[in-house]
């Protein structure tokens, strides 16, 4: 046993392998108290999210000082035949008895309404409810609403009653989210248990990398938990259910690159312990630069403007370092305790015959060698006409209602308000200025068009002055997650920055969600160059080379952009989605990129590794063949975790896991299976430029079958 094969039995020695176990078990023991505790420390109010320098959040900031955070339900009535006297009687006593709540942070004696569509004849009626956003505000939000529900009733005898307007929504959205950790740990692990069953078509190895992942899980939530309460990291709904899939996708992938390796080892060593030291020594240096490059580019996140996606950076970094460790210490030990059964009934033993010169990847290698420019060639053009979908694309950001899979009350209550209402009542302008000044701007907001009469006005509960600051409110007549009640948003500010001295700003709920679009956009310019640069480097470091890490960015960006493309068509016309987020190609292409370069640096540095050997087009041929399989089954598993987030009621996260399955797919049987070798066997030996490799005659003698077992990583 050389050195390096010796440094594998610090994790599956004879008794190394049991000290591992424990320690895990321990770390377990510590850990999953504080694992379970993750949700408490969400962080899902609008700051968390926010660009902390956006004019939104200064006022949401500034407005603390003159009232609690608050977010308004509205409780919209409506008879389109016309209100009845009965139906009066009935909104004036449920205002009396709204008025009177203190539960859950409803301010009862600040409740506004009952507001009447027109003085005779009303058809509709509204009554806004104040939530106050505590320290447990947001968890809150959910059973305030039940209590306001509970309050008013659903109606009856052709009367509408409906609970919208931001409460109304967030509540909406907090159950959309509850129980998110549990639903995608189901769906995940239902996933791979799937997968790894056509994979291995052993019932029983499946139970090794599951304990393994749901370790690596289980140990990653409470780092995060601890780091979110003692460290001030910022960990919202999305970033949570993200870490979930994540550490199932990443730490499922590296099992099966490492078994693949394990399995092919038992064939020539007879001691399980030295077949894992020598799978950990030859696959491993792979699947840690894989884990690498994912941490990394999930750490590149840090840049971004959005406290969302910089808030997931680390979250999603942590959980793949973890998934990595767990895969590289504690599953392997378990492997090597369990033994050979482990892989029944198709047990692999000491002396079987290597057959992957035979297999189907060889043949397909082989064939691909015969007119691989041919190959790529028609491979790229399909995939690029594949990304033309790009036109259908409209990452612009969603509305309310289209941000759910269905259509909860809220959105119902949404549509109903607008009929009889200025659209965006209930989720008004917050503009805040120095109280000198504050008539000029009181002026300039009544004046822009898209502002609705009349509507400008001091809230209840609130102070009229606080150092010399003044804030008052401005509805809308556009709905306020709507493209135009941004530009409404956009000239409000404009006028009121023209008044000197006033130190004008413009928040809410508008003002904050065209905050999140530009700091997006922003992010999007950043982050994506700053990916492909931290995974080139890692590519030409791992390869020491220039041309091949070149050429594989080229088929990752035409892959994205193909996955991209393929989407974009079928939420239009399959789907029938209105939009997509506006970091919607952000996260795709982060996790396309992070996760499928597992893939490359699989392929590739077996290739590199044949190609030193026999020369490099046998070397593709053979590093095909040697890592086709174990690449498929990868794919198809990390693909079915994230296509999990489907099965969440909101149509973000239903398009994020629709395009990375998609993209992975793609990445997985198209480019890894055929571009990139076909495109290796055109280039030849001089895709390792400046290695002394890209001087190889392509004549190097072919090892042994003997000597390929004994070498190949």
């Not at 248990?193 to 690596?216: D, E, F, H, N």
């Not at 690498?292 to 590149?300: G, H, I, R």
């Not at 960015?553 to 393929?566: C, K, P, Q, Y």
């Amino acid at each position: 046993m050389t050195g390096k094969q010796g440094i594998g039995h610090l994790v599956c020695g004879r008794r190394a392998k049991w000290v591992v176990l424990a320690l895990w078990v321990v770390a377990l023991f510590l850990t999953a108290p504080f694992a379970q505790k993750l949700t408490d420390a969400q962080d899902n109010d609008a700051a968390s999210w926010l660009p902390g320098s956006a004019e939104s959040t200064q006022v949401l900031k500034v407005s603390e000082d003159f009232r609690p955070e608050q977010i308004p339900a509205v409780v919209v009535y409506a008879r389109p035949d016309g209100l009845t006297a009965q139906d009066r009687a009935q909104i004036a006593e449920d205002a009396r008895q709204l008025k009177e709540l203190r539960d859950h942070g409803i301010r009862g004696a600040e409740t506004r309404g009952p507001v009447f569509d027109r003085e005779t004849d009303p058809r509709a009626a509204q009554i806004l409810v104040p939530i106050t956003m505590d320290e447990q505000g947001w968890e809150e939000i959910s059973p305030a609403v039940d209590t306001i529900r509970d309050g008013v009733g659903e109606g009856s005898d052709g009367l509408a009653v409906h609970i919208t307007g931001p409460g109304g929504t967030s509540a909406d959205f907090s159950e959309a989210f509850e129980g998110i950790d549990s639903t995608l740990l189901i769906s995940a692990m239902g996933v791979v248990i799937v997968m790894l069953l056509l994979t291995y078509r052993s019932p029983t190895l499946i139970l090794v990398p599951l304990l393994s992942v749901i370790a690596a899980l289980f140990t990653a939530q409470a780092l995060i938990y601890l780091l979110a309460e003692h460290a001030g990291l910022t960990v919202n709904g999305q970033s949570a259910g993200i870490l979930t899939v994540l550490v199932f996708g990443a730490g499922t992938d590296y099992a099966l690159l490492l078994v693949a390796r394990y399995r092919e080892e038992l064939h020539h060593h007879e001691d399980r312990h030295e077949a894992m030291a020598l799978a950990l020594h030859r696959a491993g240096p792979a699947v840690i630069a894989s884990g690498a490059t994912v941490v990394l580019s999930m750490l590149v996140l840090l840049a971004a403007e959005m406290n969302s996606t910089s808030g997931l950076g680390p979250v999603a970094a942590i959980g793949v370092a973890v998934a990595l460790l767990a895969m590289m210490t504690l599953f392997p030990a378990l492997l090597v305790i369990c033994g050979r059964w482990i892989f029944w009934p198709v047990i692999p033993r000491f002396g079987d015959p290597d057959r992957i010169e035979r297999g189907l990847w060889a043949r397909m290698g082989r064939r691909i060698a015969r007119r691989p420019r041919m190959v790529w060639s028609a491979t790229a053009l399909i995939l690029a006409i594949c990304s033309l979908g790009l036109i259908q694309l409209r990452a612009e950001g969603i509305s309310n209602a289209d941000a759910f899979t269905g259509k909860p009350d809220s959105i119902v209550g949404q549509e109903v308000s607008a009929r009889y209402f200025p659209a965006g009542s209930g989720d008004p302008l917050v503009i805040i200025s120095n109280q000198a000044q504050a008539r000029q701007v009181g002026e300039a907001v009544a004046a822009t068009d898209g502002v609705a009469p009349g509507s400008l006005g001091l809230p209840p509960g609130t102070k009229p002055s606080y150092e010399g600051k003044v804030l008052f409110e401005a509805t809308m007549t556009d709905p306020a997650d709507s493209e135009a009640a941004k530009q409404t948003v956009e000239r409000v500010r404009d006028a009121v920055h023209a008044v000197p001295d006033a130190d004008a700003r413009v928040g809410g709920g508008t003002a904050s969600l065209l905050d999140m679009d530009e700091a997006t956009t922003h992010d999007n310019i950043l982050i994506i160059p700053l990916v492909l640069i931290v995974v080139m480097l890692i590519l030409c470091a791992l390869l020491r080379a220039l041309i091949a890490p070149l050429l594989l960015i080229g088929t990752v960006i035409l892959s994205f952009a193909a996955a991209l493309g393929i989407s974009a068509l079928a939420f239009r016309y399959l789907f029938d989605y209105a939009g997509e987020t506006t970091d919607f190609p952000l996260f795709v292409f982060v996790f396309l990129v992070a996760l499928g370069i597992d893939y490359n640096i699989f392929l590739t540095t077996r290739i590199r590794e044949e190609a030193a050997r026999q020369g490099t087009r046998p070397g593709v041929v053979m590093g095909l063949a040697a890592t086709g399989a174990v690449i498929t089954s990868a794919g198809l598993v990390l693909a079915g975790t994230f296509a999990a987030l489907g099965t969440l009621p909101m149509v973000a996260f239903a398009e994020i896991g629709f395009a990375v399955a998609l993209g992975v797919l793609l990445d997985t049987f198209i480019v890894r299976s055929v571009l990139v070798p076909a495109l290796f066997l055109d280039v030849g030996p001089k895709m390792w430029w400046p290695h002394k490799l890209a001087r190889e005659d392509g004549n190097a003698p072919a090892a042994t079958e003997s000597e390929r077992v004994s070498q190949t990583p």
